[in-house]
């Protein structure tokens, strides 16, 4: 059964650093990707990072070089390590696993109907 469910959300001043975590994956830990999203109210959510199967990581533009993506598979844990946080990087953050169709809208038009998804974890950076 998956039941992703993340932690490790708070609030930091800008600088600081969170380290998010995701678990609950059941069969889906070895799935195509797993990785993290983030929604403001009134936006659209959006790819933060992404993991597939065979250890490549993805990053979008705006998180290069200040978070990375990991996995622990002994303990089949998902991580977001987030460092030099920006007030711009407040929201809620998802994790999530799945297919080909998940996985390749990841950076895109997300398809939130597709795979497993988190509840969420608030972040909030204030400056």
């Known amino acids: 059964q998956v039941e992703l469910v993340e932690s490790g959300g708070g609030s930091v001043q800008a600088g600081g650093s969170l380290r998010l975590s995701c678990a609950g994956f059941g069969d889906t830990y070895n799935g195509v990707c797993m990785g993290w999203f983030r929604q403001v109210p009134g936006k659209e959510r959006e790819g933060v990072a992404r993991?597939?199967?065979?250890?490549?990581?993805y990053y979008i533009m705006s998180v290069k070089g200040r978070f990375t993506i990991s996995k622990d598979n002994a303990k089949r844990i998902l991580y977001l390590q987030m460092n030099s946080l920006k007030p711009e990087d407040t929201a809620m953050y998802f994790c999530?696993?799945?297919?080909?169709?998940?996985?390749?809208?990841?950076?895109?038009?997300?398809?939130?109907?597709?795979?497993?998804w988190g509840q969420g974890t608030q972040v909030a950076v204030s400056s």
């Open positions: 999530a696993a799945g297919g080909l169709e998940l996985c390749g809208s990841w950076f895109g038009s997300v398809r939130k109907d597709l795979g497993y």
């Open positions: 993991v597939d199967r065979d250890g490549t990581t």
